[in-house]
T-cell receptor, first 114, second 117 residues
Framework: AQSVTQLGSHVSVSEGALVLLRCNYS??????LFWYVQYPNQGLQLLLK??????LVKGINGFEAEFKKSETSFHLTKPSAHMSDAAEYFC????????????FGTGTSLTVIP | GAVVSQHPSRVICKSGTSVKIECRSL??????MFWYRQFPKKSLMLMAT?????????EQGVEKDKFLINHASLTLSTLTVTSAHPEDSSFYIC?????????????FGEGSRLTVL
């Protein structure tokens, strides 16, 4: 069984500050982990994914995430927040094979304060 | 990355009518498509999984007869909300997996906002 927990449904940061969005997972098989971003009234866009290669994964828009097996975590970070980063962020886990279901976290809404 | 197109992006209909939403994979063959429903400020709720040429697998609590899903080809899946009512108003999102993807990555459509008057 697989599941994802996102701590903090709302996160506010000042423009230029560090962004840290937390994600912990549970999985009975080696997980594939994903972060997606959703802007208002739009679908989801892939930010980055971990697929059992490098544990530090770099994504689009300056985001990165580190897979820590010992902590069962896959937190999303960005050194300096930009106003355009304000959006909803979803962490997801899957078993990695086509047809495997994705399990999404409940999402974290990021607000960037000017 | 692969492109998934969803149409229409917005639809307003009267109560009792049926609405069809299309989900197309534009540059890959989608062996599996998923339909999600998203309530305001909420996460995605998986409604059903559809595989090309076979019946969709619905999640518990999702009415099969209300939400008809057809995956007739490797590039098209449709969701039909039958006899829509105001409580069916929501944001519906489709996603697709390709048979060439070895990570099971999902590619999402832009979403369709349904408003039932």
């Amino acid at each position: 069984a697989q599941s994802v927990t996102q701590l903090g449904s709302h996160v506010s940061v000042s423009e230029g500050a560090l962004v840290l969005l937390r994600c912990n997972y549970s999985s009975s098989v080696p997980p594939y982990l994903f972060w997606y971003v959703q802007y208002p009234n739009q679908g989801l866009q892939l930010l980055l994914k971990y697929t059992s290669a490098a544990t530090l994964v770099k994504g689009i828009n300056g985001f990165e995430a580190e897979f820590k097996k010992s902590e069962t975590s896959f937190h999303l970070t960005k050194p300096s927040a930009h106003m355009s980063d304000a959006a909803e962020y979803f962490c997801a886990v899957s078993g990695g094979m086509t047809g495997n279901q994705f399990y999404f976290g409940t999402g974290t809404s990021l607000t960037v304060i000017p | 990355g692969a492109v998934v197109s969803q149409h229409p992006s917005r639809v307003i209909c009267k109560s009792g009518t049926s609405v069809k939403i299309e989900c197309r994979s534009l540059d890959f063959q989608a062996t599996t498509m998923f339909w999600y429903r998203q309530f305001p400020k909420k996460s995605l709720m998986l409604m059903a999984t559809s595989n090309e040429g076979s019946k969709a697998t619905y999640e518990q609590g999702v009415e099969k007869d209300k939400f008809l899903i057809n995956h007739a080809s490797l590039t098209l899946s449709t969701l039909t909300v039958t006899s829509a009512h105001p409580e069916d108003s929501s944001f519906y999102i489709c996603s697709a997996q390709g048979d060439s993807s070895n990570t099971g990555e999902l590619f999402f459509g832009e979403g369709s906002r349904l408003t039932v008057l």
